[in-house]
């Protein structure tokens, strides 16, 4: 729903599974006077719990979402539990649900607010749903008119979410070309299942968080649908509702019908139902807890195949995923999102209330991932991303990112691409004009959104000063562009002694902007500054500022008055300890001599990595155990040697940070000679990132 409709309103919304009697004060009380939308979540267990959320939300619009089975031991029946959750609805104007669900309570089925979905709903009537991975197409009925979407999912859960979404929309009076448009851009969202990479060439779909039949039928849909062809193993626990044998019986049943030809049953009541399986499944396993599981556990029972765990909380299945991980090169890049946006904020302090911030994404956000740093920089209502060249623009919009995007080196090559994908040019000579130009005179397209480039100094991209003239005419007669901002580039303005200098470049930049608000007659963009710039030239701030390296914790202003903490935290383990006697080299063409008997660690990165080479020889040092100790010899493509004489309580397996809060990137720059970007941006692709809020 947020995805849906983010474009239309500012939204609130519960934060991940925020929906109980706690979760849901925290989601509403994060509601602020800016939102104009809130989306809530509100899940009961038990009698008597809806109505104190229902004082908590009182939501205008009530969505019923899937009655399912889940916490059925909480009440007497299926219509007792349909007529508490109704309590939430009590003075919603509209309530959207699945006409099917209305048959169990006759009495809520009269209710003249309800807008109903389904083959016999009454506002949006279901006449077809396709299935064609990896997409869904529904057809429906809408007031007598035939309508349809497309979703890129096939799974039920997804298409019956997409459905309540869609009722929600055209009750909104959302018309029906913008939902079909954004039913084909939606992405999956992190829930409770989730697929990754396992060992032995297997795939983990990971649903450790609840086990109800109602789940498990979405998640055994889930598993045929990811397993296509290949072999399946279904791992389940006790469920965590019912202990009748009916009710394992079905399951064994549903496990069969899945197509899964290994089935591992984990608790006292699925061995006391052992036969239910046995009977129906080829190859049945049954252990009494999750220990026992893994005591027993054997990596080379399990290849080439796709697995779903399926536990109760209690049983704390996240034991056995973690044996199914892939051990990964344990080299990675973490990413602490929440950092990110409080040195967004920091930096808002300095902003004026009215100037738009461009967050720059370029270069992989500066080697921290681009499209999980531009969806946090989206949620927090950043203005504008850049990214240097159009194919880190796709991407993002893949990703679902919806918000304005410059792209500051566009080729002729990339033009369809600029123009399938919403992305908005930087134009930095008449050349790269007058093609784009003719591009859009060719398409037969009008406005579209561009940004000139200045080049009042950096003389790298842009229109010089005696370009201006010529350049405000070409833009005055013409339609085909809408400029969305016009800007230059500081070359110093983290500098003090080129003050003098940066306020030159000011002034030639405004002097070339009144030139183009005479010529063009209606208002655009103006932006010079950049991360320093922003603390240090406050007053050079006009209606828009580019931030770039600060967002990542680098201070450029280097005044140190910023509270900024940094975002990426680069590190990696120890491989290998030894003892080596003085004399002795280290690493290739011997550089490394030992001057005294010493302790040499080997650590899984090198400059294949982004561990510089410039970095070996003593000239730079790594953080372990509280302490920084040496690079020793020659960094290696995939491995590095350090001196850690004198730590006695090192031991293979360690943490080693590379950079991150105990070893600033600055300073490891400085090591090398060069700027903190260069570091930062030198991180492989190779190098898992991970990303976590605190």
């Known amino acids: 729903m947020y995805q849906l409709l983010h474009e239309d309103f500012n939204i609130v919304r519960s934060p991940k599974s925020y929906n109980s009697q706690i979760g849901v004060p925290l989601s509403v009380w994060q509601a602020g006077e800016e939102h104009s939308l809130g989306i809530f979540e509100a899940g009961i267990s038990q009698n008597g719990e809806m109505e104190a959320l229902q004082e908590l939300i009182n939501p205008t619009i009530g969505i019923l979402t899937n009655l399912g089975e889940a916490h059925n031991e909480g009440f007497a029946?299926?219509?007792?539990?349909?007529?508490?959750?109704?309590?939430?609805?009590?003075?919603?104007?509209?309530?959207?649900?699945?006409?099917?669900?209305?048959?169990?309570?006759?009495?809520?089925?009269?209710?003249?607010?309800?807008?109903?979905?389904?083959?016999?709903?009454?506002?949006?009537?279901?006449?077809?749903?396709?299935?064609?991975?990896?997409?869904?197409?529904?057809?429906?009925?809408?007031?007598?008119?035939?309508?349809?979407?497309?979703?890129?999912?096939?799974?039920?859960?997804?298409?019956?979410?997409?459905?309540?979404?869609?009722?929600?929309?055209?009750h909104l009076k959302i018309s029906t070309e913008t939902i079909a448009t954004r039913m084909d851009l939606l992405r999956t969202v992190e829930m409770r299942l989730q697929l990754k990479r396992a060992i032995n060439n297997c795939s983990v779909i990971n649903d450790s968080y609840s086990n109800d039949i109602s789940s498990l039928e979405i998640a055994l849909d889930f598993l045929q649908q990811q397993a296509g062809n290949q072999s399946s193993s279904v791992i389940l626990s006790d469920l965590g509702e019912s202990t009748s044998s009916v009710a394992y019986d079905r399951v064994a049943q549903m496990v069969a019908f899945s197509r899964a030809q290994k089935f591992i049953g984990i608790g006292p009541q699925m061995q006391l139902y052992a036969d239910h399986f046995s009977k129906q499944i080829s190859r049945c396993y049954f252990y009494s807890t999750v220990e026992d599981f893994k005591q027993h556990f054997s990596f080379n029972k399990f290849k080439d195949e796709v697995i779903l765990l399926k536990g109760a909380r209690t049983f704390q299945f996240e034991q056995i995923d973690l044996l199914f991980e892939q051990q990964m090169h344990q080299t990675v890049l973490e990413v602490n999102l929440t950092a990110m946006v409080q040195n967004l904020k920091e930096y808002q302090r300095y902003v004026k209330p009215e100037t738009k911030i461009m967050a720059m994404v370029k270069a992989f956000s500066y080697g921290s991932g681009s499209a999980e740093v531009a969806s946090v920089l989206q949620f927090h209502k950043v203005d504008y991303l850049a990214v240097a060249y159009a194919d880190e623009g796709v991407e993002l919009r893949k990703s679902g990112i919806s918000m304005p995007i410059m792209v500051m080196n566009p080729e002729v090559v990339t033009f369809q691409a600029l123009v399938d994908y919403n992305l908005e040019p930087e134009l930095y000579s008449f050349e790269i004009l007058k093609a784009f130009d003719a591009y859009l005179l060719e398409e037969g397209m009008k406005q579209f959104p561009v940004h000139i480039k200045l080049d009042t100094g950096m003389h790298r991209l842009g229109f010089e000063k005696d370009d201006v003239n010529k350049l405000a005419t070409l833009l005055k007669n013409n339609d085909r562009f809408i400029i969305k901002s016009v800007f230059s580039h500081l070359v110093a303005s983290d500098d003090p002694t080129h003050d003098s200098f940066t306020r030159q470049q000011v002034s030639l930049f405004e002097a070339a902007c009144q030139q183009f608000e005479i010529a063009i007659r209606y208002p655009f963009l103006k932006h010079v500054s950049n991360s320093a710039a922003i603390f240090r030239h406050p007053v050079f701030q006009f209606n828009m500022v580019r931030l770039g390296i600060g967002l990542y914790g680098v201070d450029s202003s280097a005044l140190g008055t910023l509270n900024l903490t940094p975002v990426a935290t680069f590190k990696t383990t120890i491989a290998q300890i030894r003892k080596v006697k003085a004399g002795e080299s280290i690493g290739y063409s011997r550089k490394g001599i030992l001057e005294k008997d010493s302790t040499i660690a080997t650590i899984r990165v090198g400059y294949a990595d982004g561990f510089s080479r410039r970095l070996g020889n003593w000239k730079?040092?790594?953080?372990?155990?509280?302490?920084?100790?040496?690079?020793?010899?020659?960094?290696?493509?995939?491995?590095?040697?350090?001196?850690?004489?004198?730590?006695?309580?090192?031991?293979?397996?360690?943490?080693?940070?590379?950079?991150?809060?105990?070893?600033?990137?600055?300073?490891?720059?400085?090591?090398?000679?060069?700027?903190?970007y260069e570091i930062m941006t030198s991180v492989s692709h190779r190098v898992k990132r991970v990303y976590y809020e605190e």
């Open 77 to 170: 029946n299926p219509e007792e539990k349909l007529t508490e959750k109704w309590k939430l609805f009590k003075n919603a104007s509209t309530i959207i649900c699945n006409a099917d669900t209305l048959l169990l309570v006759p009495a809520i089925a009269v209710d003249k607010r309800i807008k109903s979905w389904g083959r016999k709903g009454s506002f949006l009537k279901i006449t077809a749903i396709n299935k064609k991975a990896p997409f869904t197409s529904i057809d429906g009925l809408h007031k007598g008119i035939k309508i349809s979407i497309t979703i890129p999912f096939t799974d039920n859960a997804s298409i019956e979410n997409a459905i309540s979404c869609w009722c929600t929309l055209l």
């Open 620 to 676: 730079g040092q790594v953080f372990i155990k509280g302490q920084l100790v040496p690079v020793i010899g020659n960094v290696c493509m995939d491995m590095t040697m350090i001196d850690i004489t004198g730590i006695e309580d090192a031991k293979e397996g360690d943490l080693v940070e590379l950079f991150g809060p105990n070893l600033p990137v600055q300073q490891v720059a400085a090591w090398c000679d060069t700027i903190p």
